[in-house]
Every structure is written in structure tokens, then in C-alpha cells.
């Protein structure tokens, strides 16, 4: 059987697709590292962002409460080596650090009156040091006064009765705990306008993809299925249109939109683009390759022009309409150039989300939370539509349009 190749081909082959999926896979995850990352990010706070090395989960400062009050939440150092959790009191405390004359890696960081003063003094390095009792883990041990230290104030939460801790900054570490927030969101709704970008570009979006949709199914109807004079030179010098960059469109359009007034209106980002010779095309090469045997039959059962094609065309050519939506909603959605150009800056009525997410990037520049959770609002819905029309893309239609 070896021989044969048959069990050998059968194995390679199963090795050659998993190598395929594991590439894929690999590939898939690295491009969605920013995504989770981003997403991470509109749920931290603005310091958790900044965080080194970066963290996927969002983190904050933990509190307990005492006596009614919040309070920051440490892993403080104990004098017996050990740790624990206490909440802090009081930032800015003035202390002393004091040494175990003994063993002078033994430190304590105190208030000099905690300690009892012997009276006595020490030389340490040349220097005299005056000499106290501090009681160590039930043990009274003899420390010299080494020099001063600004600290904080810690205390047990759940016995705040109980002698309080003093450390430095250095010796203590925040405890911090999983925590989303969510209130990132509705803080960036409320910022410069932001909800009001959204419903306008929802608005151009919806009306822009309509528009597109609608004539370039008649559009492409027309080309597809009329016979008129001329057809195929109009069809080719419109579809020559596509070829000219928008750049070169941009003065003329503006100064048309200037003409008609339509310049800060919501109305000049919606009508210049209802028309697309991409869609037209799109709609026009499917529509050619229904089978006339259809028209035939549908005009024999009486149908009008409208009705063969709103009845039997447009529900044929599903995964056509899709992929034109998409690519119009991408398009109406992320619109950067125009709207910069037709619509002021400081007009917040009639901004789109694009702007807003611009704007939003240079006045949040200190708290990228928030620019986060503004660009994850804006790529929820492209998303979603992509996700929800992908298998349109790769869906096998017929060639002669008859589906089963």
C-alpha cells in the first residue's frame, strides 16, 4: 500500500491542511492583537493604559473602606520581613529610618517618637547616632537613628485599632484588582458632540448605501437587459469614470457644492455619492449572466419590465447586492477627506464620526482610554456588517444564476 501512494498521500495531505489552518491561525491572531488590545484598552483607566509592560486586562487601584472613607490599599513590608495589605492614612509622613545595631540590614522606618531613647549614642561611620528600643516581632532590639524619610501612614482595615505601619514609597506596592471601565463609553458619548457624529453618520451611512444600491441595480439593469442606442460607448465612458482619482473631483465638487449651497449641510455628503459606476458595473456583469430563458418566461406570464426585475433579477443577485453594500458602507462610514473639507470643524451639528474621532484624538490626547473606546464605537458597526455579509464573498453561485 505504501507503494501505491494512497495512505502516503492521504497523511501528507492531512499534514499539508493542518499546516495551513495552524498559518492561518498564527496570522489570524497576530492581526487581532491590536484589536484586543485596543478593546483592552477603552476599558482601563488612563494610567492603567501607560502601563509597562502592557497588560490585556484592565486593572485599578484597590480601596478599602474605613471609618467611611475610601482608602488606597498597599502591600506594605513588615518589620518581622513579612508583608501585608493595609490601607493607607496619611501620605507625606515625616519619619526616621532606624537600624538594628546588631544587624544593620534590619531597618525600620518610624516616627521617632514610636521608639523609646536610650540616651546613649553610637559612632556609625565616623558619625554619632543617637541609640532607642524599637519592639521588633515581640523583641525589644536597639536601633540607631540613621537618618530622615518622607512616607506614608498604613493601618490594618479590618482592625484600624490596631498600631499603624509606616514605610517609604519604595518599599510599598499598590495592590490593584480587575475592574472594567465601562464608564469610558458614555463618557466619550458626552464628549465634544460625539453621540450627535454618530447619528449623523448613521444617517449618511444608511442613506448613502441606498442610494448606491438603487441605482446601480437599475443601472446595471439597464445595461444588462435594454437595447438602446449607444449602449455599450455610455456604458464604457462610464465605467471609464472609475479611473479618475477623487483628488482631481474634490475642487470642482466643492465649488458645485458652494454654488448650491449645500456647503456645512449633511445633504453634501449624502448626494454626490448616491451614484457609483463600481456598483453599476458590479450589479451590470451579474445581471448578464442570468439566463435570458428567465426574462422570457416571466414575460410570457405577463410581467412588466419592474416587475422581472424587483421579481426574479434582484432576488437572484443576493450575493451581489451584499458585496456592494459592504463596500458602500465602508465607504459612507470611514469618509474622511470629503466631510473635512465640505463640513467646519467647529460645526457639531453636522460632523460625522470620522471628524469627531479626529477632534477627539488631539483633545484626549492624555487619556487614550477614552480615544480607544471612541475608535471601538466606530468599528463596532463596519464590523458587525462585514461579519454578517462575509459568506456572500465567497459563496459559489451558479453561472447560469439559477440557485437549488
Known amino acids: 500500500m505504501s507503494r501505491s501512494g494512497k495512505p502516503v498521500r492521504g497523511v501528507r495531505g492531512h499534514a499539508a491542511r493542518a499546516f495551513v489552518y495552524l498559518t492561518l491561525a498564527v496570522a489570524g491572531m497576530v492581526v487581532l492583537i491590536p484589536f484586543i488590545f ?19 486586562l484592565p486593572h485599578v ?29 496619611e501620605n507625606g509622613t515625616s519619619l526616621r529610618e532606624f537600624r538594628s545595631l546588631e544587624d544593620p540590614d534590619l531597618v525600620l522606618v518610624a516616627p521617632r517618637d514610636q521608639l523609646t531613647a536610650t540616651g546613649t549614642t553610637v559612632v556609625v561611620d565616623g558619625e554619632e547616632k543617637d541609640v532607642y528600643i524599637a519592639t521588633i516581632d515581640g523583641a525589644q532590639v536597639e536601633v540607631y537613628d540613621n537618618r530622615s524619610r518622607i512616607g506614608g501612614t498604613y493601618i490594618d482595615p479590618a482592625d484600624p485599632a490596631a498600631p499603624p505601619v509606616f514605610a517609604v514609597p519604595a518599599d510599598v506596592v499598590a495592590v490593584e484588582e480587575v475592574e ?65 482619482p477623487f483628488v482631481v473631483l474634490i475642487i470642482p465638487l466643492y465649488r458645485l457644492m458652494v454654488s448650491i449651497g449645500w456647503v456645512n449641510d449633511l445633504v453634501s455628503l449624502v448626494i454626490p455619492f448616491v451614484f457609483t459606476a463600481y456598483g453599476t458595473f458590479l450589479m451590470r456583469q451579474f445581471f448578464v449572466t442570468i439566463p435570458k430563458e428567465l426574462e422570457e418566461a416571466a414575460v410570457l406570464d405577463g410581467a412588466s419590465r419592474w416587475t422581472i426585475l424587483w421579481r426574479v433579477f434582484v432576488p437572484l443577485s443576493v450575493p451581489a447586492i451584499a458585496t456592494l453594500t459592504t463596500f458602500a458602507f465602508l465607504y459612507a462610514w470611514n469618509s474622511f477627506v470629503w466631510p473635512l473639507i465640505v463640513i467646519d470643524s467647529g460645526n457639531q451639528e453636522n460632523s460625522v464620526l470620522a471628524l469627531t474621532l479626529a477632534t477627539l484624538g488631539g483633545r484626549a490626547a492624555d487619556a487614550p482610554n477614552l480615544v480607544l473606546a471612541g475608535v471601538m464605537i466606530a468599528m463596532i458597526p463596519p464590523v458587525t456588517v462585514f461579519l454578517l455579509a462575509q459568506r456572500y464573498f465567497v459563496e459559489n453561485v451558479a453561472s447560469s444564476g439559477i440557485k437549488g
Open 180 to 244: 472594567f471601565q465601562r464608564g469610558n463609553y458614555s463618557t466619550v458619548f458626552n464628549l465634544n458632540g460625539f453621540n450627535r457624529a454618530l447619528t449623523n453618520t448613521v444617517l449618511v451611512t444608511i442613506l448613502v448605501v441606498v442610494g448606491q444600491v438603487v441605482t446601480s441595480i437599475l443601472g446595471g439593469y439597464a445595461f444588462a437587459r435594454l437595447r438602446f442606442k449607444g449602449r455599450e460607448k455610455l456604458f464604457l465612458l462610464y465605467l471609464g469614470s472609475i479611473m479618475i
Open 38 to 56: 485596543a478593546l483592552s484598552g477603552s476599558f482601563k483607566t488612563a494610567e492603567d493604559v501607560f502601563t509597562y509592560p502592557p497588560r490585556l
Open 61 to 89: 487601584p484597590a480601596t478599602a473602606t474605613v471609618d467611611g472613607e475610601d482608602l488606597p490599599v498597599f502591600t506594605v513590608p513588615l518589620p518581622d520581613g513579612s508583608t501585608a495589605d493595609l490601607a493607607r492614612v
